[in-house]
């Protein structure tokens, strides 16, 4: 199963899929932790790498934020995880990190819409059908304003620099994220969990600036492969505040 982003104005969905830890035995519900994230096997989708599933304390760190150092193959992309926007997020986030999930991994889509311009990582096989072999609750963010382009006003702006996670429908939270370089129009159906440094854009700027690989069928297409090829070299965090 894919995960997506979705933006109506340019009827597109950004994909992410998600796996699971530990295979349950034939026939047994899938294991769930007791705190309150509740992260949840997906039998049915195995991990695109080993690892278990995340701590759940009682108590979910809520507070303060966690620098995330991010070297890639195009430059620095330092992400600030903040734990009051997204606790669980942020939790799952640092576990799969600690655990070397996302190093060595491919950010697998770009797109270059006009109200949706994000890059689109996390995903171990680079295809943007792979997880951790879990799923997790929504942490959908409150305060955004509403984006400028939908006179409806049912879009919210996920401004520049903003980090999110992809997912494939109500509460299906795995390890895909999204980067955004530009402005973008999106229903407030994302969990946001943070921001990318002031390195980071410059860096998403040279890989959006490259633009996205041609098909057969697209010669200039707006989503897809980034022509740039962008890897995650190393995810650690690097300090809390």
Known sequence: MKRALISTFAAVALVVSGGSVATASEGAPPRTTHGPCQYTQTPDEPPARPVPLPPD????????????????????????????????????FLHLARHGFYDRTVCHRLTA?????VLQCGDPTGTGEGGPGYKYKDELPVDLPPAPTDPTGARRLYGRGLLAMANAGPNTN???????????????NYTVFGTVGA???????????????????????????PALRTELLRVRPSCRH
């Open 57 to 92: 304390p009682r108590r979910t760190p809520s507070r303060g934020t966690v620098d995330i150092a991010v070297p890639t193959s195009q430059g620095p992309l330092p992400l600030h995880l903040d734990r009051a926007k997204a606790p669980c997020t942020v939790q799952s």
């Open 113 to 117: 819409y006009p109200t949706l311009k």
């Open 174 to 188: 795995g390890s895909q994220f999204f980067v955004v370089y530009g402005d973008s129009a999106l229903r407030p």
């Open 199 to 225: 390195d980071g854009l410059t860096t998403l700027d040279k890989v959006a600036a490259r633009g996205i690989e041609p098909t057969a069928e697209d010669p200039t297409p707006v989503d897809g492969t």
